[in-house]
């Protein structure tokens, strides 16, 4: 059994054959799927997938991006629902930040202050965190130890293979390992992969995003987590189905549900 902890099921590009698509999971052994909240727009939607499917659940937040959209109340609103099993996803990117230094750092700032905010409710409502890191893994690692994250927990989603991240497993987080493993250029996350205790490592597609080879170029989906599996099977010298049983285990353990 295998489960995706991180799919955008919520996704436009899923509108006209999630059924199909979670079927198609099922029946390559992907039995349990969470879907990422990353746009308060879409929450909706997310819970209303989780309420049809029972092997769905969903978590309640704010992307870096869209933190204009930050609104506690409504946020609480959803991590209060039996299948909303997280908070986020949340974090820090610096991917996308303007050149004029004084509006960068402006927004540097607002980014900080709303993750903040988000470890603060996940400590409230006693959920784990699932956290966005893209090339700001400095702030945000100082940001979860400063905060008192490995209260919750949480996972670092699609780990971006920074060696300073590395000693969060000692602050209760895992770490998210999806396609990016199972491309070319991915020499160093397949480097860092054995560093990892095997009992932090979580599988996830990103879907519709960052699909793994050989479908990259096409929609992700959670049927394609065998491939990442498989490939982490490769590079840890591990049999298939004992990755698969140990990232399940380790999913149950942290977000619980799916017991």
């Known amino acids: 059994?295998?489960?995706?902890?991180?799919?955008?099921?919520?996704?436009?590009?899923?509108?006209?054959?999630?059924?199909?698509?979670?079927?198609?999971?099922?029946?390559?052994d992907v039995k349990g799927f969470i879907i990422p909240g990353a746009d308060p727009d879409d929450l909706e939607r997310a819970k209303e997938i989780s309420e049809k499917y029972d092997e769905v659940f969903f978590a309640a937040g704010v992307h870096p991006y869209e933190i204009d959209k930050f609104d506690k109340d409504y946020l609480l609103k959803f991590l209060d629902h039996p299948k909303c099993v997280a908070v986020g996803e949340c974090g820090l990117d610096y991917y996308r930040l303007p050149k004029e230094q004084k509006e960068k750092e402006k927004i540097?700032?607002?980014?900080?202050?709303?993750?903040?905010?988000?470890?603060?409710?996940?400590?409230?409502?006693?959920?784990?965190?699932?956290?966005?890191?893209?090339?700001?893994?400095?702030?945000?690692?100082?940001?979860?130890?400063?905060?008192?994250?490995?209260?919750?927990?949480?996972?670092?989603?699609?780990?971006?293979?920074?060696?300073?991240?590395?000693?969060l497993d000692k602050h209760n987080f895992y770490f998210g390992i999806g396609g990016v493993i199972t491309f070319k250029n991915a020499k160093k996350l397949v480097n860092i992969l054995p560093k990892i205790p095997i009992n932090k490592i979580l599988i996830e597609t990103d879907s519709p995003y960052l699909t793994p080879h050989p479908y990259r170029g096409k929609r992700n989906e959670p049927y394609y987590t065998i491939f990442i599996a498989k490939k982490i099977a490769e590079i840890l010298n591990m049999d298939f189905d004992e990755v698969c049983n140990i990232t399940t285990e380790n999913a149950k353990r942290l977000f619980k549900c799916f017991l």
């Open 1 to 28: 059994m295998i489960i995706d902890t991180h799919c955008h099921l919520d996704d436009e590009r899923f509108k006209d054959d999630l059924d199909e698509v979670i079927k198609r999971a099922k029946e390559h």
């Open 108 to 167: 540097k700032k607002r980014q900080k202050e709303i993750f903040i905010e988000h470890i603060k409710i996940a400590k409230e409502v006693n959920k784990p965190l699932i956290v966005h890191i893209r090339e700001a893994s400095f702030d945000s690692r100082e940001i979860l130890i400063e905060n008192g994250a490995k209260e919750v927990g949480g996972v670092l989603h699609c780990f971006n293979a920074s060696e300073i991240l590395l000693d």
